[in-house]
């Protein structure tokens, strides 16, 4: 298991399989770190957290009927809908056993963002996750730099090649030369 | 340095698809006096400004020396080369002449030295100063805006800059003609 940031939890919290989500008991300590959507009294957390906490241990999860769902099972799961799934839950949780706090952003693109706390003050990233061999154009570039920009984040690359190594760039426009 | 840079027109000859200043004075001029414009023939890196060669200028040179005003380029004949002609010769040598061109104006526009990268595996070397007078330059690659590049190609392009410790910029000309340039740094 790797090492880096824990939940913090000493015994795996109990979540309930529903739909795209696992359901848990609402935990400040959780939250604080960055994960899930507090419903009412519960956090709703998302398929790639799920997975995360799953495989290190801080969290069980059940279907409605009580049966173990298994981490193999998350993951075939969240690929169904999401065929970036896996890219996205090996970057995420690279960023997070690296003990950065990070969150997998919903929508068509493999967008994680991070917050980092360096010495100089907290670092924002809008962390792209792109595979080698797919390919990009400078007009998808620019409206990742866009999109970075009104995020008041600083734009990463996240490359993964084909056995799932990670190497992370930053992406800088150069105004003045 | 004694010499001023140049009032007067510098002739160059179109020798094949090469283009040669052949005035020894002036060329020498062109090089240390006015923006460190080509190589001399068989001389790789000028020590010190006492050459006397002939100066070969790059299509790019050229092209813009004779915009600006400052070249005359000369056919066999003896008959002026019009720029359009210049621009045809790049455009057949050179995959991605325009764009590439674009890019070499408007560094040079920035008073930039631009030289060739191709040692370096870049298009072009940038100078603030000039080449032998700074140790920094940094490394841009023009490529066309319609390419699309692998992933790869960014590793390689950070593994690259921390190689020859250079910053390596990517460039490309957008729609609208402007000039955009990209750095990208490792960052863990």
Redesign the interface.
Known sequence: MAGGEGCGVSEAIRGVLKGEHVEIPYSAELVEKGYGEVEGENLLLNLCEAAYLLDRGDLMVVDSGGKRISFEEIVTLGAKTDPDFWVKLLVYSDLRS?GLQAKVISGSQPIIVVDRKTREGEKRYLVVC??????????E??VFIRRALEARREL??A???KEGNI?????????G? | MAESAPKTKVEARLVGRRIVVFDRVKGRNMYFNDGFYGKFFMVSKPKTPNVERELELSVLDAVYLAEEGKLTILDAEGNKVEVDVLKKIGEEMYENFNEVYIVYRD?RG?N?IVKSGMKFGATFV?YRLGPGLEHAP?L?HV?P????????E??RA?RLSHSVRKRF?IA?V?TSRKV?????????
């Not at chain 1, 792109?130 to 007009?139: C, D, N, S, T």
């Open positions: 690296r792109l595979e080698e061999g797919k390919r990009i154009g400078f007009r570039v620019e990463v690359t490359i993964v090649d190497s992370y760039y930053k992406v800088d426009k150069v105004i030369v | 560094l920035k930039l940038v940094f841009v490529l805006y319609n390419s699309k590049l692998d992933p790869i960014i590793v950070g910029i490309y957008d955009n340039y990209l750095q990208f740094k490792w960052l863990m």
